[in-house]
């Protein structure tokens, strides 16, 4: 599977573009109010990560278990230095379903889907995050 996130950001624009297998589509995120750049900054949005990964492999790891699920909820909340290059601290996430099953089947779907959720598995086990290509475009000769 290979995915792809693409932002294209210029004064007053911010547009996301996600791809997955060669599928693309969008999500809207404003660009800033005032000045460039996304109004939702890299550090939410690496929370958010986690939440949708958790929240959809839950969908998927029921289904495989036999369990209807009819909600999810899945806040992630952390810390980061105000330090330029700073790392996250003190990431958690808490979460509820609601399903059609007993509160000991439900705790076990959801115990199970954080050993298997791809997101904070990679994070977990750390991975090396390279800076490719660089183009820089001049505009005034």
Known sequence: MHISAEVRNEQGKHDVTLSTNQRAHSITIPPKSEGSGSSANGGELLFLALATCYCNDIYRE???????????????????????GSVATNVVYNATVEADADEEAIQALMRHTDTVAEIQNTLRQGMPVALGETIAVTRNG
């Open 62 to 84: 029921a289904a495989r278990a036999g369990i209807t699920v009819y909600s999810v909820q899945v806040e992630v909340s952390g810390e980061f230095d105000s330090a330029p």
